[in-house]
């Protein structure tokens, strides 16, 4: 009798042990989970977005750049940008920038790249860097159709109208005087040329391509051309910032290809007309 007491309770007890020993496994493989959740490869970081440049472009300077009817800026150098962006493999996105301040937003870091028809000029090259010539341009003379003038001296003592900061107000500025009240400073070429038709000045003095394309659309105005060898030839470039090499490397690639591949010659021909003369260099 005692003896069966006793072997139940032995029974009994080891029943409770191994119970006790099969929760405190499961205790112990509920608690590990977590750390195999951890030990887990984490998902990669998200790839960072391709840089997008930031091109300045005065766009009152048709055909070069301009605004349409739907606020687009549009034009020669804005496709001649697009297609070297293409070719390098880059991202682009234009702003319009007034002339004035279009330099300093470069220098500021405000913008990364210019293209607005800029001459390049000793004076220039000093505070950025200019890409390998993309457009042979001229100063051009726009008079009435009646008007006597025949040659850029003949503008000596008459009111003449330029863009402000442009190579024509450059060379205007030499001839009657930098503070010369006969020196009539315009913020666009455009708006020179209408203070022509108004009789506000006696001639305008511009690059050929915004003259020439400014008469054949308004022929209402009324205006003829005169050119003078005098004027000297000039190259237009696009600018970036003063040291910004890798920039400078990719935009002269692509501008290399879209001349030797005939995409170049193509966008030419489109605003003026026929391929250019000779290839530019």
Same mark, same amino acid.
């Given at each position: 009798?005692?003896?069966?007491?006793? @072997?139940?309770?032995?029974?009994?007890?080891?029943?409770?042990? !191994?119970?006790?020993?099969?929760?405190?496994?499961?205790?112990? &493989?509920?608690?590990?989970?977590?750390?195999?959740?951890?030990?887990?490869?984490?998902?990669?970081?998200?790839?960072?977005?391709a840089k997008v440049y930031v091109v300045g472009t005065d766009a009152a300077y048709a055909p070069f750049e301009s605004q349409n009817e739907k606020g687009e800026i549009v034009g020669?150098?804005?496709?001649? =940008?697009?297609?070297?962006?293409?070719?390098?493999? !880059?991202?682009?996105?234009?702003?319009?920038?007034?002339?004035?301040?279009?330099?300093?937003?470069?220098?500021?870091?405000?913008?990364?790249?210019? =293209?607005?028809?800029?001459? !390049?000029?000793?004076?220039?090259?000093?505070?950025?860097?200019?890409?390998?010539?993309?457009?042979?341009?001229?100063?051009?003379?726009?008079?009435?159709?009646?008007?006597? !003038?025949?040659?850029?001296?003949?503008?000596?003592?008459?009111?003449?109208?330029?863009?402000?900061?442009?190579?024509?107000?450059?060379?205007?500025?030499?001839?009657?005087?930098?503070?010369?009240?006969? =020196?009539?400073?315009?913020?666009?070429?455009?708006?020179?040329?209408?203070?022509?038709?108004?009789?506000?000045?006696?001639?305008?003095?511009?690059?050929?391509? =915004?003259?020439?394309?400014?008469?054949?659309?308004?022929?209402?105005? &009324?205006?003829?051309?005169?050119?003078?060898?005098?004027? @000297?030839?000039?190259?237009?470039?696009?600018?970036?910032k003063k040291g910004n090499a890798e920039l400078l490397e990719k935009i002269n690639k692509g501008l290399a290809d879209i001349k030797a591949d005939g995409t170049y010659d193509k966008?030419?021909?489109?605003?003026?007309?026929?391929?250019?003369?000779?290839?530019?260099?």
């Amino acid at each position: 009798m005692t003896h069966s007491l006793t @072997t139940r309770r032995f029974l009994k007890t080891s029943s409770l042990l !191994i119970a006790g020993l099969v929760l405190a496994a499961c205790g112990k &493989q509920e608690a590990a989970a977590p750390a195999a959740s951890a030990a887990a490869p984490s998902a990669p970081p998200p790839a960072a977005a391709a840089k997008v440049y930031v091109v300045g472009t005065d766009a009152a300077y048709a055909p070069f750049e301009s605004q349409n009817e739907k606020g687009e800026i549009v034009g020669f150098d804005i496709d001649v =940008v697009s297609a070297v962006a293409k070719k390098a493999g !880059i991202e682009v996105k234009f702003v319009n920038t007034p002339w004035e301040g279009i330099f300093n937003n470069l220098a500021q870091g405000d913008r990364d790249l210019l =293209v607005s028809a800029i001459t !390049i000029t000793d004076e220039r090259k000093q505070t950025m860097d200019f890409s390998a010539p993309y457009f042979d341009a001229q100063q051009l003379i726009a008079v009435k159709a009646d008007s006597k !003038i025949a040659k850029f001296d003949d503008l000596k003592k008459l009111k003449v109208g330029v863009q402000t900061g442009t190579t024509g107000d450059e060379v205007v500025s030499k001839l009657i005087g930098k503070t010369s009240t006969a =020196v009539k400073r315009f913020e666009s070429t455009p708006l020179a040329l209408k203070e022509l038709e108004s009789g506000g000045v006696d001639a305008v003095v511009a690059d050929n391509g =915004v003259v020439i394309h400014y008469v054949a659309n308004n022929t209402g105005a &009324q205006f003829k051309t005169v050119a003078d060898a005098s004027f @000297t030839p000039e190259q237009y470039g696009l600018a970036v910032k003063k040291g910004n090499a890798e920039l400078l490397e990719k935009i002269n690639k692509g501008l290399a290809d879209i001349k030797a591949d005939g995409t170049y010659d193509k966008i030419y021909t489109q605003y003026f007309g026929a391929a250019p003369a000779a290839a530019v260099k």
